[in-house]
């Protein structure tokens, strides 16, 4: 019985240095080669391998970009960023843009505001000041439509921002209304015109304030994200 279990000892260490050999037959500048397998799928080289060294698996940066992870340099550093990280950065530059658009939308408000108290409620207005009220109007919707291109490469968190694109387009609908009825107030200067201007600039800042809010709620769940 006793012989019995020492020849199944045996036959179990001679598989076992058997494939121990088989694994380190592969040498890279005479260090054993080793298969890198992430996530159940093996990642395959294009120059140098996955190599042990001083006993322990050494894996090159390099590979790294293989199984998503972007790898920059600088100086005497190598800067390793996660996939994920990479897409949260890139969901804060697409939201912040936005924000800089509510920004330009707000600066347009004040305008129309101001130029409405400069009248006193009942002179027309310049046509000058027209004129610059209808470029920053088609400026503004001219940086409206790439933004909202960039929310496809937006990557969801937790869901897609639907309310960012739903928000944003409301917005400037009612921007847009804004600067109609103002301008046909500014023409006219009656208070008719006027009495129907007020109200709009008033559900315009109302859908800014609740778009901008949009924004600043995902552009908090990328930050906790990145933080992580």
Partial sequence: MRKKILV????LFMAASATAVASDALKYKGMPVRQLVWNGKS???KDVPVVVMDGRTMIPVNMLKSVGYTITTSGNKVIVVPASNKNYLNNIGILTSFSRL??????LEGMLLLSTVESG???KISQETIAAVKDSMAYWEQ???PRVKLLDDVSPIDDYPRDIYRG???AMKRYRQTVESWTKYAKSGSK???NVFL???KDAQKQLKAVQQSVDDYLNKNFVRLEQ
């Fill in 102 to 107: 509510f920004v330009g939308l707000r600066e």
């Fill in 192 to 194: 008719e015109d006027l």
């Fill in 8 to 11: 199944g000892l045996l036959i």
């Fill in 199 to 201: 109200p709009r600039v």
């Fill in 168 to 170: 944003a387009e409301e």
């Fill in 121 to 123: 409620g009942g002179e």
């Fill in 143 to 145: 940086e409206y439509a």
């Fill in 43 to 45: 990642v395959k080289s």
